[in-house]
């Protein structure tokens, strides 16, 4: 009952289905276009995100500067690129400590079922999920102060039992499969058969929460960032920006319309690449949409 | 029942037991010493000293956590190292703001997303279905607090019907009140109206698919009969797990609109409790919301054993 052949097929048709879903297409360009600004902005950016130019404040648009300029006469398309490098980073970083922290555990309690490590692990899954995340993650910041570094560790603090939750609900179904049993007969211990057999089978469920996560994260530290918590000036960040433009919504609304369509973009690229991947990876779920 | 439901709540009370630890013991290691804080940076040591055993800050942690905690089982919920008034009276003002401003989203969120989420799952793949889901897919991505600056942009600065900010009290009038916490709740509603559409239109799509609903279309109900007698019911029970989980989420939510619209409300004031080291303040709100989670999650659990009698029997 390992993998049933149509399992197989499917994975040899991936790459096509993936061509014919427009969702998966648009999440992905959207991605990586994203991906593309953040990565280009430590080689070039149209201006220095960081420079001042009091002369040249509040710009609307221009073919100089494509976004405009802020109130201190910064280029705002140079410090969205730059912006993005700080949300994505800051993302990742959170959603992988999520990953790295949540999936061992979740293994680990669904592989010694019912133990008390199992119960602890579960019952310290209720306590995070018993607070508001944003309200914990503002006291976090705030208990070691503000800053990217302790934004991602706010962040990724509530992505653990998230992971742990994940992948001991799909492993406890698993741990019931013939495959686990037979590897349970061939001897191999309940650490190699999470490691080698239920881990590889969790894969798919992972990758799409995690772009479910990954943008969860995006927007957390946007709101963060928003509130002062967030990365510090002079780095330029989204959520910083709103806060900035807020001050000027009446004299320069464009100010605030730039940084939020980043954030909006950003977060629908990865949500409808989680729900591409998920159809995709689900033939069932491929087959009702035919 | 009464069994499941005991048990539910001493799983809950052990929850509420634990985070109360958590809150003590994170808001005991923010730096800065509030005695300090509140005398100001010229302030003669024995002075700060005496401040400090008044306020009891040089007992130790275990037996501060303990008044603490039996403190607020006697409703007493200390007083605000800064505002040198009740903890309990300065939480009530201000939950007068948060918790209508809840509710409003609550009730707005589900207004918009019942009829959207049934009109999308009963005209599947049809234009309706996709405009709503587009729609949804764009309000899941949407930052409130962005959300809410737009607002303010068109109708406060632009149209000029709304204030762009503030909050009268409710000695203004309950109306003139609601007024100003309208914009408010459309930004925290929007967002979470577009996840509780999506959750109604998959939750019946699925019921659709079930047995009970072919046969009742094989007895000669109509679609549209079947869907509004016998599938919906049904469907709602996920949905309902979804608004028990977004009154949390809008509580808390508010912290951050709160701060865009200058309501003075819990979010704001954790915000400045925080900034004057006044962690008494800080730890009695945080617990309250952490209480007001689990409670709506007890709720939510006792009107799924009434709705669903199987649960029940389940986990006995």
């Known amino acids: 009952m390992s993998a049933p052949p149509a399992d197989r097929n499917a994975e040899g048709n991936f790459l096509g289905a993936a061509l014919r879903h427009p969702a998966f297409i648009a999440g992905l360009v959207l991605t990586l276009l994203f991906v593309g600004a953040a990565l280009l902005s430590y080689l070039w950016t149209p201006y220095d995100p960081t420079r001042l130019d009091i002369a040249a404040k509040l710009q609307t648009p221009t073919s100089g500067h494509w976004f405009g300029t802020d109130h201190f006469g910064r280029d705002i398309f140079s410090m969205l690129m730059v912006g993005a490098r700080v949300s994505i980073a800051v993302a990742i970083i959170a959603v992988g400590i999520g990953v790295s922290l949540g999936v061992p555990l979740g293994l680990y309690a669904a592989a010694h079922r019912g133990s008390l490590l199992d119960e602890v692990v579960m019952r310290g899954n209720d306590l995070i999920f018993a607070f508001p995340s944003l309200l914990l993650a503002i006291l976090i910041t705030a208990v070691f102060g503000p800053g990217a570094v302790n934004a991602i560790i706010a962040i990724g603090i509530f992505n653990i039992p998230v992971f742990a939750r994940l992948s001991r609900g799909a492993a406890l179904s698993l741990w019931t499969r013939e495959f686990v049993l037979a590897a349970r007969v061939a001897g191999k211990g309940r650490a190699r058969i999470s490691v080698e057999h239920i881990l590889p089978n969790l894969m798919n469920l992972l990758i799409v929460q995690g772009t479910i996560q990954f943008s969860l994260a995006v927007l957390a530290e946007a709101a963060l960032a928003y509130v002062g918590l967030g990365a510090q000036p002079p780095l330029p960040s989204w959520g910083r920006m709103l806060a900035d433009a807020q001050t000027f919504i009446s004299l320069a609304p464009h100010l605030a319309l730039f940084p939020g369509l980043a954030i909006v973009l950003t977060v629908l690229g990865l949500n409808l690449l989680g729900d591409g991947l998920r159809d995709l990876h689900d033939p069932r779920l491929r087959r009702a949409r035919t | ?316």
């Not at chain 2, 501060?64 to 607020?72: D, K, S």
């Not at chain 2, 509710?103 to 707005?108: K, N, V």
């Not at chain 2, 729609?135 to 709304?162: D, K, S, Y």
């Not at chain 2, 079947?226 to 049904?234: E, K, V």
């Open chain 2, 1 to 316: 029942m009464t069994l499941y439901l005991l048990r539910r709540l001493l799983s809950l009370s052990l929850t509420l037991l634990a985070a109360s630890i958590v809150v003590f013991l994170v808001t005991e290691i923010i730096p800065g010493d509030p005695a300090a804080f509140m005398m100001g940076i010229n302030a003669d040591p024995a002075a700060i000293a005496a401040l400090r055993s008044e306020l009891g800050l040089d007992q130790p942690v275990a037996f501060r956590y303990l008044n603490w905690i039996v403190g607020m089982l006697q409703g007493d919920f200390g007083q605000s190292y800064t505002y040198r008034v009740p903890v309990s009276e300065l939480v009530g003002d201000r939950i007068a703001v948060s918790l209508p401003l809840t509710l409003y989203a609550l009730a707005l969120s589900t207004l918009i997303a019942f009829p959207a989420g049934v009109f999308a799952a009963s005209r599947r793949n049809a234009p309706g279905d996709i405009a709503i889901m587009g729609v949804t897919q764009l309000g899941v991505a949407v930052p409130n607090f962005w959300f809410a600056m737009l607002l303010v942009l068109l109708f406060a600065i632009t149209l000029q019907w709304f204030s762009a900010g503030g909050f009268p009290g409710w000695d203004a009038g309950v109306l003139v009140a609601l007024k100003s916490l309208t914009l408010p709740a459309i930004a925290l509603a929007l967002p979470q109206a577009s996840i509780l559409a999506r959750v109604m239109r998959s939750s019946l799509l699925d019921t659709l698919d079930e047995d009970f609903v072919r046969t009742a279309r094989a007895k000669g109900l109509s679609r549209s009969q079947a869907l509004w007698g016998h599938a919906l019911r049904n469907a709602l029970i996920p949905v309902l797990t979804i608004v028990g989980l977004q009154f949390s989420f809008l509580l808390a939510g508010g912290i951050i609109i709160e701060n865009v619209f200058y309501l003075p409300g819990l979010g704001r004031l954790v915000f400045q409790a925080i900034s004057q080291r006044d962690l008494i303040v800080v730890r009695s709100v945080i617990i309250l919301l952490v209480f007001a989670v689990v409670a709506v999650t007890f709720l939510v659990d006792i009107a799924y054993a009434i709705a669903d009698p199987r649960l029940r029997r389940q986990r006995r």
